[in-house]
């Protein structure tokens, strides 16, 4: 069975600094995708970035970007820059060729000013 | 926005009686999910469905049906509802790049 692991249930980390929250997953599948999904307290659920397997290349979007580990099973989220928007509920998530997406606990983040 | 609404946005309902809960996109994707959303346990697959009448189960369905006569429209039915339903309600379409983008989710709450 597929798992997504997120170790850190809250994070705090002061405004413009930089903060890494933690994903691990398991599987046995070689093809599969990886997200990072943003939940402010609007409750709406957002897409922050995404990874392809295959791909060796760290994807980045704008202040985001991710350590994918293939080997370690390992998908990390580094946030520079923080702004007091991106204050909300980080969700680590997997999908395989079967188009059925499992979701980690969530990791909690404050942006203090 | 990939066109999704969840109707209603907020229910409280008593235990024993049924319970349907939509979700309409507007961007003809092939497939819907629905998840739930509570405290502890991220978000947990319900059902999903891969085409008009096709449907599966997901790592939480019992207690749930589901049903996708269009396209369009994929309903959640809680056929005698529980206290431990209470919980937010999440569809989902997925996108081309195996991205799920969400509807503004349902508050249900089991008195």
């Known amino acids: 069975a597929q798992t997504v692991t997120q170790s850190q249930p809250e994070m705090s980390v002061q405004e413009a600094e930089t903060v890494t929250l933690s994903c691990t997953y398991d599987t046995s599948e070689n093809n599969y995708y990886l997200f990072w999904y943003k939940q402010p307290p609007s409750r709406q659920m957002i897409l922050v970035i995404r990874q392809e397997a295959y791909k060796q290349q760290n994807a980045t979007e704008n202040r985001f970007s991710v350590n994918f580990q293939k080997a370690a099973k390992s998908f990390s989220l580094k946030i520079s820059d923080s702004q007091l928007g991106d204050t909300a509920m980080y969700f680590c998530a997997f999908t395989a060729v079967s188009f059925k997406t499992i979701f980690g606990a969530g990791t909690r983040l404050f942006v203090k000013a | 926005d990939a066109g999704i609404t969840q109707s209603p946005r907020h229910k409280v309902t008593e235990t024993g009686t049924p319970v349907t809960l939509r979700c309409h996109q507007t961007?003809?994707?092939?497939?819907m999910y629905w998840y739930r959303q509570d405290p502890g346990h991220g978000l947990r697959l319900i059902h999903y469905?891969?085409?008009?009448?096709?449907?599966d189960k997901g790592e939480v369905s019992d207690g749930y049906s589901v049903s996708r006569s269009k396209t369009e429209d994929f309903l959640l039915t809680l056929e005698s509802a529980t206290s431990s339903q209470t919980s937010v309600y999440f569809c989902?379409?997925?996108?081309?790049?195996?991205?799920?983008?969400f509807g503004p989710g349902t508050r249900l709450t089991v008195l």
């Open positions: 989902a379409i997925s996108g081309r790049n195996n991205e799920q983008f």
């Open positions: 961007e003809n994707h092939r497939y």
């Open positions: 469905s891969y085409g008009v009448k096709d449907t």
